[in-house]
Nanobody
């Protein structure tokens, strides 16, 4: 059974880089046909898709976040990582990692990240 677990700092200062890791168990992140996504939900708002890294290692980002976002992976640890640079308080959200294929998502539990000085 696949499990995803987010980890990383819960508090980030403005202008710094937010970095979160998703550790996956139960399936290799290199296995076709899975896509490994990051999604966030700001307080009082809906879900916002950030981007993914595919089983092949290719990446794709939301146009609104593309210039500040990077997703990478460590296949030896079966982890993938999100980095968002130059954060502002508007980046405060619950961040989720998820496995996706054909529109079906399997979610991690989410982790709260607050951007504040």
């Amino acid at each position: 059974q696949v499990q995803l677990q987010e980890s990383g700092p819960g508090l980030v200062k403005p202008s710094q880089t937010l970095s979160l890791t998703c550790t996956v168990s139960g399936v290799s992140i290199t296995t076709y046909p899975w896509y490994w996504s990051w999604i966030r939900q700001p307080p009082g708002k809906g879900l916002e898709w950030i981007g993914y890294i595919a089983h092949s290692g290719s990446t794709y980002y939301s146009p609104s976040l593309k210039t500040r976002t990077s997703i990478s992976r460590d296949t030896s640890k079966n982890q993938f990582t999100l980095q968002v640079s130059s954060v502002t308080p508007e980046d405060t959200a619950v961040y989720y990692c998820a496995r996706e294929s054909g529109g079906a998502y399997h979610w991690g539990q989410g982790t709260q990240v607050t951007v504040s000085s």
